[in-house]
């Protein structure tokens, strides 16, 4: 079956710090793959996206992500967080032509001061 | 630009109560739609999606329906709410095509409380 895994709920790191965020899917063939952040009672933006190509994508606010075939994994990163990055982190992914878009559970990232 | 509204922001019902959340798109012609819940703290669960006027399709049903009236409106309904149904609401249209890589972009989400 599809599926979507962050092994990791809760990630706390120092402002400053570098940050990876692990994302490990499950499909038959290559999907889509998404990360989207949800600040504090709010909807999800989009942070970057990948299909094809070069394996390391670029996205909003300083944020990038690997693409991993041999390993299904598709991991955010950061080199510096800002307190401000604290938000949930989702990582999706689907297949071309499918209607489903499958969600892990998401990463709860704290920045402390 | 495409922009989603969902209503209504937030709602406090009783159990056994109707229930209508609503999701209007604008700027995208036939856009695919989808309804998302999200258990407090959880991940988001995929309830529904629609990919033209008058047709709507299942995934997980958790006693809710969903129609497609317009072809820029999708509402989500139930005629007798459950303590289950709390959460929040998302709803979100999906972009088409290599250049928009089957993205999901979602509305400010509605906030349901069953009491």
């Known amino acids: 079956a599809q599926s979507v895994t962050q092994p990791d709920a809760r990630v706390t790191v120092s402002e400053g710090a570098s940050l990876q965020l692990r994302c490990k899917y499950s499909y038959s063939g290559t999907p889509y793959l998404f990360w989207y952040v949800q600040y504090q009672r709010q909807g999800l933006q989009l942070l970057l996206k990948?299909?094809?190509?070069?394996?390391v994508v670029q996205g909003v606010n300083g944020f990038e992500a690997e693409f991993s075939k041999s390993d299904s994994s598709f991991h955010l990163r950061k080199a510096s967080v800002h307190w401000s990055d604290s938000a949930v982190y989702f990582c999706a992914a689907s297949m071309c032509g499918g209607y489903k878009v499958v969600f892990g559970s998401g990463t709860r990232l704290l920045v402390s001061p | 630009a495409q922009t989603i509204h969902q209503w209504p922001v937030a709602e406090i019902k009783a159990v056994g109560s109707p229930l209508s959340l609503g999701c209007t798109i604008k700027?995208?012609?036939?856009?695919?739609l989808y309804w998302y819940w999200q258990a407090t703290g959880g991940t988001l669960q995929q309830l529904f999606y629609?990919?033209?006027?008058?047709?709507v399709e299942s995934v997980v049903q958790l006693n809710l329906s969903a129609s497609r009236p317009k072809d820029d409106q999708f509402i989500l309904s139930t005629e007798k709410l459950l303590l289950s149904h709390s959460g929040f609401y998302l709803c979100a249209w999906r972009g088409t095509g290599r250049n928009s890589g089957n993205t999901l972009y979602f509305g400010e989400g509605s906030r349901l409380i069953v009491v």
């Open positions: 629609s990919i033209t006027v008058g047709q």
């Open positions: 700027g995208k012609s036939s856009p695919n």
């Open positions: 990948y299909y094809s190509g070069d394996p």
